[in-house]
């Protein structure tokens, strides 16, 4: 019965290529395409918003007259588990008929599942994940990503800070995956950037008292104090240094990237504070208006939430790649791979080496008046207010 | 025809039966039938209480031991290679296996002595982190699952005190903590990959990688998951001798004195604190056990594995299955980690339907779906 199924597939998709070829094909053959993501449990509201995001890709395609295929979404939930992340990237991927997956918000379940798309040969493109581990640990071909890594956001946040004129960095950072990733890659792009580094303080991430090492970066008197880690412990840092009377510039990554980060030192510490975050405002993406639209027409009942428009981009791309190379694994790895300068709502996307878009966008905060506001957007910009030390 | 030929044709057909219904379940993947397939057997099990062909098959049952096991063993050979090439189903068979195992380990604990363990999925995630960390060494992988049994039953040994000198709920307490707190461990813990999670290479005999597919001929190529599948299926079978020998056994006996009444057991000279050391060690080690192959067939583990809601499943399985019930537990391994999974479709609601599922059999079957019987001394035997 099994053996009967899969050659009549087979067999199928072999007439599908050649009916394709000729061009005598009437009615639209039926594509399958996957999304992955944490539909239950602590984050499900991104992963449905993300979910209904790809959903809108694929109706939106199916709606267009000039479509070859007809998609179908087959979407699944990881419960942000590694366990059941591999169960269901294993019934995906085993699944000859699903052709791309955009998949993983959660980057344990996306380390989890890549080795099972490697080895199915399912291409497939993150649109949450952003531990860099995720495409930088494997040469898999199959896996990219469309979102930025914390990589990326290192790199604007040193090439922002040495353009504002910023030349020297005291870097505290919490000892976790995260807080240590962070320091890694903003020394590194600091360092090309010309900027100098006089110190660096690991700390545990649950550390009280900062003020020995805040002590010794008074000394040194640095331009900045870069902190990376979550908001409790940028809290407790950014008040400790109003009380030994640093007057740095205070910039953080996107772990304080919330409005808790203001409340708890209070919007007058706050003025000023910079920070760095994956994705931008849906308002202020290249599509988002377009996206907005679309996704209030097609009447979902949640919120698209912050990274719905990179599972929109992501399934955009792979049905692009499906319409351009016919429902095939191998030839969708292979025009996802040579994707460069190419148009999404989320901006360009190019795949590097590992698969992972080096033209992530990455939006730069500054907290005016208590609130955090995109740097364009600002006083800051036009000089009207002016950052520390400046 | 005589009684004993009759017994054998109601196993066989029962099994042809139940291998039909396993490879139809797995092999659906419309809602529809799925739904239309679950309401057959919950007919079917109706149907069958009403006209008290229940009994009589029980009754068959329980005369021919031997050729029951047999047969369920037979049976799931059967629904593996049905599905020889099809990575998924495969997965899911091995997974239940291991569950079984696991929740034999907690049924152990609970079932037969009833000390309460609610961190099961912590004891099960030492043997997983085991396998992690010994993967990376040259210690002969069929050994890691032993020593990962080892080690579980080990770290296990902290709890002992707490756990004999609580009772109950706070004995229940006690456990909750040591789930969370290994959880914690594992999340703040650089060496064991932190929160991330870290990979684990996979089964390894002698050379023979379990992670490569079996090619037996040019066409014929079967699923890697197949070499978990039977390793799972033989580590079930030893845990369901190991199980059924103590049950029979004068520990069986003694067990269950400390169970049903813990002082008239110490009146009569059993050692209450030696009984449930030993149930609650053995229990850790065989969910060890099941975690060490688990992490090896995922490749990948992380601390979100092993919360506190996995441990819930454990103890799930062993409700509904019935305390101290073999069979039950099998049963409900299978029904607990395929239905939320046959529900995928419906997603953001499975979990809803699957706890309303769970409650109304816990409410109408409060004794679990296969209670255990009366003590069988001796198999057919009954008093």
């Known amino acids: 019965m099994k053996i009967l199924g899969k050659s009549t597939v087979s067999a199928i998709a072999m007439v599908m290529t050649l009916t394709v070829g000729v061009g005598v094909a009437d009615a639209k053959d039926k594509v399958k395409v996957a999304f992955i993501g944490p539909m239950t449990g602590g984050v499900s509201a991104v992963g449905v918003g993300g979910r209904n995001s790809a959903e809108l890709a694929v109706q939106l395609r199916n709606a267009d007259p000039e479509a070859k295929y007809e998609y179908e979404l087959v979407s699944m939930d990881s419960e942000c588990k590694p366990n059941v992340g591999v169960q269901v990237a294993t019934k995906i991927a085993a699944d000859s008929k699903i052709i791309g997956l955009v998949g993983h918000y959660c980057s344990a379940v996306a380390m989890g599942a890549v080795d099972i798309y490697h080895r199915f040969n399912l291409p497939m493109s993150v649109w949450g994940a952003v531990l860099p581990d995720v495409t930088y640990a494997n040469d898999y071909k199959e896996i990219h990503r469309v979102n930025g890594t914390m990589i990326n956001q290192n790199e604007v946040a040193a090439k922002f800070m040495t353009e504002q004129g910023y030349k020297t960095w005291v870097v505290i950072h919490d000892t976790t995956d995260y807080g240590k990733g962070h320091d890694k890659y903003f020394t590194e792009y600091l360092t090309q950037n010309g900027g100098e580094i006089l110190a660096d303080f690991g700390v545990s991430s649950d550390q009280q008292d900062f003020t020995a090492e805040l002590t010794k970066a008074k000394q040194l008197n640095p331009d900045v104090i870069y902190f990376g880690g979550l908001t409790p412990l940028g809290v407790r840092i950014r008040a400790q240094m109003e009380k030994l009377g640093i007057t740095s510039q205070f910039q953080g990554v996107s772990g304080i990237k919330s409005d808790s980060f203001i409340e708890g030192v209070g919007p007058e510490l706050s003025e000023g504070v910079v920070s760095f975050l994956e994705g931008a405002p849906v308002d202020k993406l290249p599509g988002g208006q377009y996206f907005t639209e679309k996704y209030q027409a097609a009447g979902f009942a949640e919120s698209e939430e912050a990274y719905g428009p990179f599972a929109f981009a992501a399934m955009t791309l792979i049905l692009d790649g499906i319409e351009e190379v016919g429902p095939n694994r191998k030839k969708l790895t292979e025009y996802l791979g040579n994707i460069q300068g190419y148009d999404s709502i989320v901006g360009e996307v190019s795949f590097d080496d590992h698969g992972q878009n080096t033209v992530a966008a990455i939006t730069k905060y500054v907290i005016q008046d208590g609130k955090w506001v995109v740097w364009e957007d600002s006083e800051y910009v036009d000089g009207t207010r002016k950052l520390a030390g400046k | ?383």
């Open chain 2, 1 to 383: 025809m005589t009684q004993s030929l009759k017994d054998k044709l109601v196993i066989l057909s029962l099994a042809v039966l139940a291998t039909a219904f396993m490879i139809t379940f797995l092999a659906i993947e419309e809602q529809a039938e799925i739904f239309a397939l679950l309401v057959l057997a919950a007919v079917l099990v109706f149907a069958s209480a009403k006209f008290g062909l229940i009994e009589t098959i029980s009754g068959c049952l329980s005369r021919n031991e031997r050729l029951l096991n047999g047969a369920v063993v037979a049976a799931t050979l059967i629904v593996a290679f049905w599905f020889y090439e099809d990575h998924f189903p495969l997965l899911m068979i091995a997974t239940v296996l291991l569950y079984t195992v696991a929740s034999c380990g907690l049924n152990m604990q609970f079932g037969y002595t009833g000390v309460v363990n609610f961190a099961g999925a912590a004891f099960f995630g030492i043997g997983c982190y085991t396998a992690a960390v010994l993967g990376e060494t040259s210690v002969p992988m069929l050994m890691v699952i032993i020593v990962g049994g080892l080690v579980a039953a080990l770290v296990g040994s902290i709890l002992i005190i707490p756990v004999l000198r609580t009772r109950g709920h706070y004995a229940a307490v006690v456990t909750i903590a040591f789930g969370l707190l290994f959880r914690t461990f594992l999340e703040v813990n650089d060496a064991l990959g932190g929160p991330q999670g870290l990979g684990v290479s996979g089964m390894n005999i002698f050379g023979w990688d379990f992670n490569s597919g079996i090619t037996l001929t040019d066409d014929i190529e079967v699923s890697f998951y197949m070499n978990y599948v039977i390793l799972a299926l033989i580590m079930v079978m030893l845990t369901f001798v190991l199980m059924r020998r103590i049950e029979r056994s004068w520990i069986g006996l003694n067990f269950d004195a400390v169970r049903l009444d813990e002082t008239a057991a110490a009146c009569y000279g059993i050692d209450i604190k030696h009984w449930k050391i030993l149930s609650f060690t053995l229990g850790n080690f065989l969910a060890g056990t099941a975690g060490a192959l688990y992490a090896m067939m995922l490749g990948f583990i992380a601390p979100s594995n092993f919360a506190f809601s996995d441990s819930l499943i454990l103890v799930s399985i062993v409700l509904l299955g019935g305390m101290g019930s073999l069979w039950g537990t099998i049963l409900a391994a299978g029904l607990v980690v395929l239905l939320p999974e046959k529900l995928q479709a419906i997603q953001e609601y499975r979990f809803l339907i699957y706890a309303v599922v769970m409650i109304l059999i816990l409410l109408f079957r409060p004794q679990g779906v296969l209670p255990r019987g009366l003590r069988a001394y001796i198999p057919g035997w009954r008093g």
